[in-house]
C-alpha cells in the first residue's frame, strides 16, 4: 500500500514509552496541527524505565522524577493522553484505522486516520516449576520496580539470567548490603549482547562485588518453605538459598496488534529505514521494532537512543519532511560502579583490538572491525573513549586495526582524522 497523500487529521499511538512521547513532541514541533491521541495500558504518565534497576530500587528516584514530561505538558501541546487502557483489536478502515479500548469503564471503538505502533516489549516469562510464587519477581515497569525495592532486604536474591537488566539489579541490590546470585545458562555474561573481553571484565568486576556468579547452569525449579522461597534448584542438584527470584532473562516485543494487521514480525515488527512496517502504511518505532541489516540479518535494538531516533524518523515521514540521516546506535547500562558504553553493532565484527590502560586497570576499550574497517566499539570506565568512538563512527571514520593498535597513544588522538 502507498501512503496517503494528503496529511492524516489524527494519529493514534498505540504505547506511551520514550518512543511514543518523543514522536508526538517531534511531530508537533513540525507544525502539525492535527489531533494525536497517545494509549497506554499503564495507569500512570509515561516515564523513563532505565532508573528502574538502578536509582529507583536504591531510594533516589520518585515518582515525579521519573516522568518523561510534566503532567501540564501534553495538555499544552495538545496531545492527548489515555492512561489505563487496553488496545484489544486493531483493523484497517477504508479511511485509516479503526482501534477497541478495554478499560475499567468497559470497551469502546475509536478510530482514526493514521496508527503508530510503540507497543514496546514485555518481560520474557520462565516456565520453572514454583516460578509462579508472588516472591518471583520481573522488571519491566514500575510496578514490577516497586514490588522489587520492597524484596531487596528481605533475604538473600537469586537472578536468573546474566543480561543487562539482571546485572544492573544485581550490583545495586549489593550495593544495598543483599546477598546476590546470578544464574546464568550461557558460558559467559551477556551472551551475544557484548563481545568476549568485555564479559570477562564485567564477569570480574561483579565477582569483586562479592556477587556470586554461577555460569553454564540451567534452573530446574524454585524450590517454597513456610509461604517462602527457600531455594533455586540448578540442574546439577545444588540449591541456591533465596527469598527473592528475578527473572531477568531478556523481553519480547509485543506484537499481537502488529500481527492482527497481518504486518511482517520476525523477534519484532520488521521495519524499514523509514519506521514503515510491511504494509508500507502503519509505522512502528521503539522496542517493538526488528531492523534487517545489510548482511541480512535482523536485529533489535532496546535503548533510548533507538527509541529517540525511530521517534523523530515517523514524525518526519508523517510530516512529509526529510527525515533525519541515519545514525550509529549507542546504549549504556551501569553496573554498580562500572559504566558501559557501547557504539556500534558488534554482530558482523570480524576482527577485534582491545586498549587497556596499566595506569588505569578498571579501564577498558574493545574495538570491532569488519573487513578491517572500525564498526563498534565498548568501552568499559572509559567514558572519552565513548565520545571519540561515537564521533567517529557517525561521520563515517573507519580506520582499521592497525592504526588504533597502539595503546600508548589516546584513542581521541588517534581519531583526531574524524575532526579534520
Known amino acids: 500500500m502507498n ?9 493514534v499511538v498505540v504505547g506511551a ?5 518523543h514522536f508526538a513532541d517531534r511531530l508537533r514541533d513540525t507544525g502539525y496541527d492535527g ?7 499503564e495507569p500512570r504518565l509515561p516515564y523513563q524505565r532505565p532508573p528502574l534497576s538502578k536509582a529507583w530500587l536504591k531510594g533516589e528516584a520518585t515518582s515525579e522524577s521519573l516522568l518523561l514530561r510534566d503532567p501540564a505538558h501534553y495538555a499544552d501541546k495538545k496531545i492527548e493522553l489515555v492512561t489505563g487502557v487496553r488496545v484489544d483489536q486493531v483493523a484497517r478502515t477504508s479511511a485509516g484505522v479503526r482501534i477497541d479500548l478495554v478499560g ?14 510503540a507497543t514496546g516489549a514485555r518481560a520474557r516469562t520462565l516456565a520453572l516449576p514454583g516460578s509462579e510464587h508472588p516472591d518471583v519477581v520481573r522488571l519491566r515497569d514500575l510496578g514490577h520496580a516497586s514490588v522489587l525495592a520492597e524484596r531487596i532486604r528481605k533475604g538473600p536474591i537469586v537472578v536468573i539470567g546474566g543480561g543487562f537488566v539482571g546485572l544492573e539489579v544485581a550490583a545495586t541490590a549489593r550495593t544495598l548490603g543483599a546477598e546476590v546470585t546470578v544464574i546464568e545458562a550461557g558460558a559467559r555474561l551477556l551472551g551475544r549482547a557484548v563481545g568476549e573481553v568485555t564479559a570477562e571484565a564485567l564477569l570480574a568486576a561483579h565477582r569483586a562485588m562479592a556477587t556470586e556468579i554461577v555460569l553454564s547452569a540451567q534452573p530446574t525449579a524454585i524450590v517454597s518453605a513456610d509461604h517462602g522461597i527457600r ?8 540449591e541456591i538459598p533465596a527469598a527473592t527470584v528475578l527473572i531477568g532473562i531478556g523481553a519480547e516485543p509485543r506484537t499481537e496488534l502488529a500481527a492482527q494487521l497481518g504486518l511482517h514480525c520476525a523477534g519484532g515488527v520488521v521495519v524499514d529505514d523509514r519506521c514503515l512496517a510491511s504494509d508500507g502504511w502503519t509505522l512502528a518505532i521503539g522496542d517493538c521494532t526488528t531492523r534487517v541489516s545489510t548482511t541480512g540479518r535482523h536485529y533489535r535494538l532496546e535503548s533510548v537512543d533507538n527509541a529517540t531516533t525511530q521517534a523523530e524518523v ?11 540521516a541515519s545514525t550509529t546506535p549507542w546504549f549504556w547500562s551501569d553496573q554498580g560502579d562500572q559504566k558501559l558504553q557501547i557504539v556500534g553493532l558488534i554482530g558482523d565484527r570480524t576482527s577485534v583490538v582491545v586498549r587497556t590502560d596499566p595506569d588505569k586497570p578498571r579501564r577498558r576499550v574493545a574495538l570491532y572491525f569488519a573487513a ?7 568501552c568499559l570506565n572509559a567514558p572519552a573513549d565513548f565520545v571519540a568512538l561515537r564521533a567517529a563512527l557517525s561521520r563515517g571514520y573507519r580506520p582499521g586495526p592497525e592504526m588504533l593498535s597502539d595503546n600508548s597513544i589516546p584513542l581521541k588522538k588517534l581519531l583526531t582524522p574524524v575532526h579534520n
Open 3 to 11: 501512503e496517503p497523500e494528503t496529511m492524516p487529521g489524527s494519529i
Open 17 to 21: 514509552s520514550h518512543a511514543a512521547v
Open 35 to 41: 489531533a494525536i491521541t497517545l494509549v497506554s495500558h
Open 104 to 117: 475499567e469503564d468497559g470497551s469502546h471503538t475509536r478510530e482514526f486516520d493514521r496508527l503508530v505502533l
Open 231 to 238: 531455594s533455586v534448584r540448578l540442574d546439577d542438584g545444588r
Open 314 to 324: 515517523a514524525a518526519a515521514v508523517l510530516a512529509g519532511s526529510t527525515t533525519p
Open 372 to 378: 578491517d574497517a572500525l564498526v563498534a566499539g565498548e
